[in-house]
C-alpha cells in the first residue's frame, strides 16, 4: 500500500467518524433541547448520522489532502 492510499484510506476513516458523531450528536442535541424523548426520535437521529457518515466519507479525503498540502 502505497502512501496515497494509505492518507486516503486514513483520511476517509476520519471524515467517516467525525462526520456522523457531528451529524448524529447535533440531532440529538436538538432533540434533548426540544425537550423530547430520544427513543422516540431514534430513528430521525440515526438518519441524520447516516447523512454524516456520507458527507464525511465524501469531504474527509478532500480536506485531508488540502490541508497536508498547506503544512511545510
Known amino acids: 500500500m502505497n502512501d496515497f492510499t ?4 486514513r483520511d ?4 467517516i467518524l467525525i462526520g456522523g458523531a457531528l451529524f448524529g ?4 442535541l436538538q432533540a434533548m433541547r426540544a425537550g423530547v424523548d430520544l427513543g ?25 489532502k488540502a490541508l497536508r498540502r ?3
Open 40 to 64: 422516540d426520535v431514534l430513528q430521525p437521529i440515526l438518519v441524520f448520522a447516516l447523512i454524516g457518515l456520507t458527507v464525511g466519507g465524501l469531504a474527509g479525503p478532500l480536506l485531508g
Open 6 to 9: 494509505r492518507d486516503t484510506t
Open 25 to 28: 450528536g447535533v440531532a440529538a
Open 70 to 72: 498547506r503544512r511545510p
Open 12 to 15: 476517509t476513516v476520519r471524515g
